[in-house]
């Protein structure tokens, strides 16, 4: 079977960039796919952003979209009667992972847009999937963040609205994977996102609370979203950026 080339295009700069990449590199001598799937919780804006890389890459994107959830992270949590734990969240593996394990040939190499800052992940990603060929274009390159988003600027390109507004990525609003500075922040910007995470929360029960007390005597303590206590919104706050093998990553610290 022809070996593919597959990039993973999360609709974030990194992924932009790790894709402008590798079609640099491979284009001409391998089949590059470019794949994408669709979240019905992602900001709107990331399919302009989406669009606009697709005519930068002049390559089409292949957009996956579940059916079984109706590509809703909220319709994950519902059915699964779960939204976190040390080993990740259910809807990356149900809305992302499953899709691609669907698609892909056995033969295919994965380009992932781990940065820089990231190198450790991958080599623990690789270590403990030994069997998996990935490349990461940003590592080789040397490239971070910034560097990605200045890229994608530079191309003439406007970054995902997320970015704009001073998020550290164009995950979902309220993405499970943040914490309390950021649930501030999704709680002004985004309400009606911010209401429909805490309902299905408040649903499961006391099960599916995932922030805790960092102090005090409730130290430890989880609490739900509706419990969220005043305080600074971080829109930088610092959380993975969520593509088709981020769980696969996140294996590499919950073990």
């Known amino acids: 079977m022809t070996e593919r080339i597959v990039c993973q295009f999360s609709c974030g700069a990194a992924s932009a ?3 402008k990449l590798a079609l640099a590199k491979y284009g001409a001598t391998h089949d590059v796919q470019i794949i994408n799937a669709f979240i019905k919780e992602e900001h709107p804006d990331n399919r302009r952003f989406l669009a606009d890389c697709e005519r930068w890459f002049g390559r089409p994107i292949t957009v996956l ?30 809305l ?49 963040k910034e560097d990605c988003r ?26 499970v994977k943040g914490g309390e500075g950021y649930f501030r922040a999704i709680r002004e910007d985004f309400p009606e996102w911010f ?36 305080g600074k919104a971080r829109r930088n706050e610092k959380i993975p950026a969520c593509s088709f093998s981020c769980e696969l990553a996140e294996q590499t610290y919950a073990a």
């Open 195 to 230: 209401e429909d995470l805490a309902a299905v929360q408040e649903s499961i029960g006391p099960g599916a609370n995932f922030l805790r007390y960092r102090s005090g005597p409730m130290k430890d303590q989880r609490f739900s979203l509706r419990e969220l206590p005043q």
């Open 150 to 175: 200045a890229m994608v600027q530079r191309a003439g390109i406007e970054l995902p609205l997320m970015y704009r507004l001073g998020y550290d990525n164009a995950n979902c609003p309220a993405c």
């Open 17 to 19: 960039v790790a894709t």
């Open 65 to 94: 979209r579940d059916e079984k959830y109706g590509a809703s992270v909220i319709e994950v949590f519902k059915r699964k009667q779960f939204i976190v734990s040390r080993k990740g969240a259910p809807c990356s593996t149900a």
């Open 96 to 144: 992302k992972r499953t899709l691609l394990d669907a698609w892909k040939q056995p033969s295919d190499v994965m380009v992932l847009g781990f940065t820089a800052e990231e190198e450790d992940r991958l080599d623990d990603l690789r270590e403990r999937n030994p069997d998996r060929e990935v490349l990461a274009p940003l590592v080789e390159a040397r490239l971070g």
